[in-house]
């Protein structure tokens, strides 16, 4: 969307602009085009003069600006050596800040800018030079014209403004609805370390940063490094540490605040050089606890919102063991003596987009891991996952980053398989027993994402801009990159890896790398060991280089009760892009099972990138009553089960004994199903047959999440409520006899989902007023806050109910839990609530994004939909596809991308599908985010519609 002036620029310069298209010569026509659009005002001069602060506003401030593969290129190319000085002045809504940049120029370029989104600039020097900042200060850049350029180092000079932001990028701010208390946090990539100050906001830009920070005098501030110096703003010291390391002394005093209340002052070390996305900043009145340096791990910090701290004091010594025990497996793994960064903080922070982030010494987590209620198994075991990934980040991201985005998988490929294995391996966490089992369960998110039209490469070469990367963070860049990395060490050897690795990490450390770097160092290794050659060459072609899911099916014959041929069969997917999918290289292990489920394993098995692999057994083998390829999960592959098996596996799929195995099992049912091989019913008919004989929860659980997919998408609609009623009953019926603790919180996570009916509804306002029941017996179940939140949702969205026992029941949940969690089930009630208007309100608040955070407007959004009642979902059926494409022009990509996957009609049927199909002809392929958005889901339906019909 462009302003007014914009567009006027535009078509007076239409020419030039294709260039800018392009962007290696934007900055420059940038600068003529604010030229052109320049206020009149105070000169430079005057401004010099003024005691006053004239703020100089980007004129463009509402273009969408992405930094190209190209400009980082060219920046890199001439700049070198960068240094920021960084001071920092928070206020209530706003802060100031203070940037001295200086780098090494090799030669005068039209490459030279700064990124910068803010709110304003105050004063902009170049090497000295006081230049007029509303000139070159436009479209998110500061241009450092050619003309203000030394070759040799080079000083920038910025006193700016900006404001928080309330989606999770930049710098956060957030205010906690218990006691009004301030948090503030940052979240800087892919690319948003220039939302909170100008960077040259680029990976393979290393610098070392010096920061300063001045808040209020109770807040704890977290940096990258350990605190330099403190003191206090009305001391003559801090205007003497100014003068010391050339910070604007006028950074002290933020004018725009009513209050003069003296602030404290934190000075902390120089960061090693490290890139902009993992410098990381945290402040407020945190709730902090420490842990000195211990054995090799540094001191370490964990913080958390007082209101919350009650809930994470009995998980802090945990939360230390676990980072302790990773450090010591990763620095034995990766040959280190100690751990390179001063310390190690680690932070639950409000309303965080991702799981966790790895900043230098200042990891941010999502709050979703403070446990309020009782955790199962699972979420701990997920949670330890994830604070060994964010912390193999130290190594892959931190120590040795990715030159650009393409290469990303360098990063969250290897954090991803690494955590895995340091949970399973790592001495003292033994009491860990998930880890490859949550790795099983993480697969389902590539199998998903490759089998779509808008899947990828691993590596992908063509990420041509910063958007395009942040679409790199999905399913195949992590999950498939992960898994194929499992695959790779399967073939090769765990010492192999291990020693590739370590080559890595000497030759690279401190520096920027692409996939030739990490493909030389494994390739060395692998040519010291003769036993399990693999040219990477080919398996990168094989593996990072093309997109597309291979599938594999058993093929046997038996003469006289035994086995006397095995074959594996291998087809390429029809679904995803089939046009870059090939047959590949898999070694795997194979499961034969006698009637009564007993296994006998061939591991080890190569099946080669051809159709059909004949396998030579080691032995006689009895005729069996099914077979089982991948056991162990070691490869990444759809699994086909023939048709012997499926009958023997159906009937007898309790009788194995593998937790994992049975899983993956019921992952080949399901693949069944959605490939339209199975229909729907019968699959959620064995998940029901699960839910009364299975012990182990993530079986129940992932089994669970399969059904209601397996009952909103692939039933027909008349018989959605009455398989939801026999799932809920059969919960209830599980709940009711279950001992295991664990089961039942793993259950109750998905019991809101199926609640469809009033009756239902009335017997949980029930449960919330007098306790949870089933057949007149009192059940002992950990009846959650997050559970009754849940139901309260569908108990508000039920019109037959009383609205004033709804808000009587809402009220008194609220004044037990005043938090944000409290807030975002309030805004997920009301947008439930099955009136017209309150839809039509709710509906125009959604189009244009507020000042609501986007996390709490998420809430509203996911509560928005009443299918069940047609007056109140027609309407917005078609208001969807006709304002999603401007939603999706004038909003940032993440609103307009969450507005899509909530509000997009959860309806099937060929209208609906008619109507994607036209909106997609109405979208330019240059929109891509949406064109990949709607071919996801006109995939989604038509594979539903062709899904339901097996079922009539």
Same mark, same amino acid.
């Given at each position: 969307i462009?302003?007014?002036?914009?567009?006027?620029?535009?078509?007076?310069?239409?020419?030039?602009?294709?260039?800018v298209?392009?962007?290696?010569?934007?900055?420059?026509?940038?600068?003529?085009?604010?030229?052109?659009?320049k206020?009149?005002?105070?000169s430079?001069?005057?401004?010099?003069k003024?005691?006053?602060?004239?703020?100089?506003?980007?004129?463009l401030?509402?273009?969408?600006?992405?930094?190209?593969w190209?400009e980082?290129?060219?920046?890199?190319?001439?700049?070198?050596?960068?240094?920021y000085?960084l001071?920092?002045n928070?206020g209530?809504?706003?802060y100031?800040g203070?940037v001295n940049l200086?780098?090494?120029?090799?030669q005068?370029?039209?490459?030279?800018?700064?990124?910068?989104m803010?709110?304003a600039?105050y004063?902009?020097?170049?090497?000295g030079?006081?230049v007029p900042?509303?000139?070159?200060?436009?479209r998110?850049?500061?241009?450092?014209?050619?003309?203000?350029?030394?070759?040799?180092?080079n000083t920038?000079?910025?006193?700016?403004k900006?404001?928080y932001s309330?989606?999770?990028?930049?710098?956060h701010?957030?205010i906690d609805p218990?006691?009004?208390?301030?948090y503030l946090?940052?979240?800087?990539?892919?690319?948003?370390?220039?939302?909170?100050?100008?960077?040259?906001d680029?990976?393979?830009l290393?610098a070392?940063l010096k920061?300063?920070?001045i808040?209020?005098?109770?807040?704890?501030?977290?940096?990258?490094?350990?605190?330099?110096?403190s003191?206090?703003t009305d001391?003559?010291?801090?205007?003497?540490?100014?003068?010391?390391?050339?910070?604007?002394?006028r950074?002290?005093f933020?004018p725009?605040?009513?209050?003069?209340e003296?602030k404290?002052?934190?000075?902390?070390?120089?960061?090693?050089a490290?890139?902009?996305?993992?410098?990381?900043?945290?402040a407020?009145?945190?709730?902090?606890f420490?842990?000195d340096?211990?054995?090799k791990?540094?001191?370490m910090?964990?913080l958390?919102?007082e209101?919350?701290?009650?809930?994470?004091e009995?998980?802090?010594?945990?939360?230390f063991?676990?980072?302790?025990?990773?450090?010591?497996?990763?620095l034995d793994?990766?040959?280190?003596?100690?751990?390179?960064?001063?310390?190690?903080?680690?932070?639950y922070?409000?309303?965080f987009?991702w799981?966790?982030?790895?900043?230098?010494?200042?990891?941010?987590?999502?709050?979703?891991?403070?446990f309020?209620d009782?955790?199962?198994e699972r979420?701990r075991?997920r949670?330890?996952?994830?604070?060994?990934?964010?912390?193999?980040?130290?190594?892959?991201g931190?120590?040795?980053t990715?030159?650009w985005w393409?290469?990303?998988?360098l990063n969250e490929?290897?954090?991803t398989?690494i955590s895995?294995?340091?949970?399973?391996?790592?001495?003292?966490?033994?009491h860990y027993k998930k880890?490859?089992?949550?790795f099983?369960?993480?697969?389902a998110?590539?199998?998903?994402e490759?089998q779509?039209?808008?899947?990828?490469?691993?590596c992908n @070469?063509?990420?041509?801009?910063?958007?395009?990367?942040?679409?790199?963070?999905?399913?195949?860049?992590?999950?498939?990159?992960s898994?194929?990395?499992?695959q790779?060490?399967?073939r090769i050897?765990h010492?192999v890896?291990?020693n590739?690795i370590?080559?890595?990490?000497?030759?690279?450390q401190?520096?920027?790398?692409?996939?030739p770097?990490?493909i030389?160092?494994?390739?060395?290794?692998?040519?010291?060991?003769?036993e399990?050659?693999v040219?990477l060459?080919?398996?990168k072609?094989?593996?990072?280089?093309?997109?597309g899911l291979?599938?594999?099916?058993?093929?046997w014959?038996? $003469?006289e009760?035994k086995?006397?041929?095995f074959?594996?069969k291998?087809?390429?997917?029809?679904?995803?892009?089939?046009?870059?999918?090939?047959?590949?290289?898999h070694?795997?292990?194979v499961a034969f099972?006698?009637?009564?489920?007993?296994e006998?394993?061939?591991?080890?098995?190569?099946?080669?990138?051809?159709e059909?692999?004949e396998?030579?057994?080691?032995h006689e083998?009895?005729?069996?009553?099914?077979i089982f390829?991948n056991?162990?999960?070691?490869?990444?592959?759809?699994?086909?089960?023939d048709?012997?098996?499926i009958e023997?596996?159906?009937?007898?799929?309790m009788?194995?004994?593998?937790e994992m195995?049975?899983?993956?099992?019921?992952?080949?049912?399901?693949d069944?199903?959605? @490939?339209?091989?199975?229909?729907?019913?019968?699959?959620?008919?064995?998940?029901?047959?699960?839910?009364k004989e299975?012990?182990?929860?993530?079986n129940?659980l992932t089994?669970?999440?399969?059904?209601l997919?397996?009952i909103?998408?692939?039933?027909?609609?008349?018989?959605?409520?009455?398989?939801?009623v026999?799932?809920?009953?059969?919960i209830?019926?599980r709940?009711?006899v279950?001992k295991d603790?664990?089961?039942?919180?793993?259950?109750?996570?998905?019991l809101?989902?199926?609640?469809?009916?009033?009756?239902?509804?009335n017997?949980f306002?029930?449960?919330i007023?007098e306790g949870p029941?089933?057949?007149d017996?009192?059940l002992?179940?950990?009846f959650? $806050?997050?559970?009754?939140?849940?139901?309260?949702?569908?108990i508000?969205?039920d019109k037959?109910?009383d609205?004033?026992?709804k808000e009587?029941?809402?009220?008194?949940?609220l004044?037990k839990?005043p938090?944000?969690?409290?807030?975002?089930?309030?805004a997920?009630?009301y947008?439930?609530i099955?009136?017209?208007?309150n839809?039509?309100?709710?509906w125009?608040s959604?189009?244009?994004?507020?000042?609501t955070s986007?996390?709490?407007?998420?809430s509203?959004?996911g509560?928005?939909?009443n299918?069940?009642?047609?007056?109140?979902s027609?309407p917005f059926?078609?208001k969807?596809?006709?304002?999603?494409h401007s939603?999706?022009q004038k909003?940032e990509?993440?609103?307009?991308e969450n507005f899509?996957?909530?509000l997009?009609p959860p309806?099937q049927?060929q209208?609906i599908?008619?109507?994607?199909?036209?909106?997609?002809?109405?979208v330019?392929d240059s929109d891509?985010?949406l064109?990949d958005?709607i071919?996801?889901?006109?995939?989604?339906?038509?594979a539903?519609l062709?899904?339901q019909e097996?079922?009539e």
């Amino acid at each position: 969307i462009l302003i007014k002036s914009e567009m006027d620029f535009l078509k007076k310069n239409k020419k030039q602009m294709l260039i800018v298209g392009g962007g290696l010569l934007a900055s420059m026509l940038i600068y003529k085009a604010i030229k052109s659009l320049k206020k009149t005002g105070a000169s430079a001069s005057e401004e010099s003069k003024s005691t006053e602060r004239i703020a100089h506003h980007d004129p463009l401030a509402k273009s969408h600006v992405d930094l190209t593969w190209e400009e980082a290129i060219a920046r890199s190319q001439y700049i070198s050596n960068v240094k920021y000085t960084l001071a920092l002045n928070f206020g209530r809504t706003s802060y100031d800040g203070f940037v001295n940049l200086s780098f090494d120029l090799s030669q005068k370029s039209d490459a030279v800018f700064l990124d910068y989104m803010g709110q304003a600039v105050y004063e902009l020097k170049i090497n000295g030079q006081k230049v007029p900042a509303d000139t070159y200060f436009a479209r998110h850049r500061i241009i450092i014209e050619q003309k203000f350029q030394v070759e040799g180092r080079n000083t920038v000079e910025i006193y700016y403004k900006n404001i928080y932001s309330n989606n999770g990028e930049g710098l956060h701010s957030f205010i906690d609805p218990e006691d009004k208390k301030q948090y503030l946090y940052t979240q800087f990539e892919s690319f948003f370390a220039h939302r909170m100050f100008p960077c040259f906001d680029q990976p393979d830009l290393k610098a070392k940063l010096k920061l300063m920070v001045i808040a209020d005098k109770e807040w704890s501030i977290i940096g990258n490094e350990t605190l330099f110096w403190s003191g206090t703003t009305d001391q003559p010291s801090g205007a003497q540490i100014c003068k010391n390391y050339g910070f604007d002394e006028r950074i002290l005093f933020n004018p725009d605040e009513e209050s003069k209340e003296i602030k404290k002052i934190h000075l902390f070390q120089d960061t090693p050089a490290i890139s902009p996305y993992i410098y990381g900043l945290v402040a407020g009145p945190y709730k902090e606890f420490k842990k000195d340096k211990s054995g090799k791990s540094p001191k370490m910090k964990i913080l958390v919102r007082e209101s919350l701290s009650k809930h994470v004091e009995s998980d802090v010594e945990e939360f230390f063991n676990v980072t302790s025990k990773g450090i010591d497996f990763y620095l034995d793994l990766f040959e280190f003596d100690k751990f390179h960064f001063s310390k190690y903080d680690q932070i639950y922070v409000p309303e965080f987009n991702w799981g966790a982030m790895e900043n230098v010494g200042c990891v941010t987590y999502t709050e979703n891991y403070v446990f309020k209620d009782k955790p199962t198994e699972r979420d701990r075991n997920r949670f330890a996952i994830t604070i060994l990934h964010e912390l193999s980040h130290m190594w892959f991201g931190n120590l040795v980053t990715m030159k650009w985005w393409n290469d990303l998988w360098l990063n969250e490929s290897f954090a991803t398989y690494i955590s895995h294995l340091c949970l399973e391996e790592a001495p003292g966490l033994d009491h860990y027993k998930k880890s490859w089992i949550i790795f099983l369960a993480y697969k389902a998110w590539a199998y998903r994402e490759d089998q779509l039209s808008t899947t990828h490469p691993i590596c992908n @070469d063509q990420c041509e801009n910063t958007e395009a990367a942040e679409k790199n963070f999905d399913g195949i860049t992590y999950a498939k990159g992960s898994s194929v990395l499992k695959q790779l060490v399967y073939r090769i050897g765990h010492d192999v890896f291990k020693n590739g690795i370590r080559k890595y990490f000497k030759k690279y450390q401190w520096k920027n790398t692409s996939l030739p770097d990490f493909i030389g160092s494994l390739q060395e290794a692998i040519n010291e060991d003769h036993e399990n050659y693999v040219d990477l060459s080919e398996w990168k072609a094989e593996w990072l280089q093309t997109s597309g899911l291979n599938e594999i099916e058993p093929i046997w014959e038996c $003469q006289e009760g035994k086995i006397s041929r095995f074959a594996i069969k291998q087809t390429i997917s029809q679904k995803g892009k089939k046009e870059q999918n090939i047959l590949r290289n898999h070694k795997l292990d194979v499961a034969f099972y006698d009637q009564e489920m007993n296994e006998t394993i061939l591991p080890g098995i190569l099946v080669k990138n051809q159709e059909i692999t004949e396998i030579e057994l080691p032995h006689e083998y009895p005729e069996p009553a099914a077979i089982f390829l991948n056991k162990n999960d070691h490869a990444y592959a759809k699994i086909r089960l023939d048709p012997k098996s499926i009958e023997s596996i159906k009937k007898n799929i309790m009788k194995v004994k593998c937790e994992m195995t049975r899983i993956m099992m019921a992952r080949a049912f399901w693949d069944m199903v959605r @490939d339209c091989l199975m229909p729907s019913a019968q699959f959620l008919d064995l998940t029901l047959q699960l839910l009364k004989e299975e012990t182990d929860s993530d079986n129940i659980l992932t089994s669970l999440s399969y059904s209601l997919a397996g009952i909103s998408l692939y039933l027909p609609a008349k018989y959605r409520e009455g398989y939801k009623v026999k799932f809920l009953e059969a919960i209830l019926e599980r709940l009711s006899v279950e001992k295991d603790e664990n089961m039942k919180g793993s259950i109750l996570k998905l019991l809101p989902n199926y609640v469809s009916t009033t009756e239902h509804r009335n017997m949980f306002i029930k449960w919330i007023r007098e306790g949870p029941t089933y057949k007149d017996k009192a059940l002992e179940i950990p009846f959650g $806050q997050a559970v009754k939140y849940g139901l309260l949702r569908r108990i508000f969205a039920d019109k037959t109910i009383d609205k004033e026992l709804k808000e009587s029941l809402l009220s008194t949940e609220l004044q037990k839990d005043p938090s944000d969690a409290g807030e975002k089930a309030k805004a997920a009630c009301y947008a439930a609530i099955p009136e017209l208007e309150n839809k039509e309100k709710h509906w125009n608040s959604f189009i244009s994004k507020g000042e609501t955070s986007d996390v709490m407007t998420n809430s509203a959004m996911g509560a928005f939909w009443n299918t069940s009642e047609k007056e109140l979902s027609e309407p917005f059926v078609d208001k969807f596809f006709q304002t999603v494409h401007s939603v999706f022009q004038k909003e940032e990509r993440r609103y307009a991308e969450n507005f899509y996957n909530h509000l997009e009609p959860p309806i099937q049927s060929q209208e609906i599908l008619d109507k994607y199909s036209q909106l997609l002809e109405t979208v330019p392929d240059s929109d891509k985010n949406l064109v990949d958005l709607i071919k996801t889901s006109i995939e989604d339906l038509t594979a539903a519609l062709k899904g339901q019909e097996l079922n009539e």
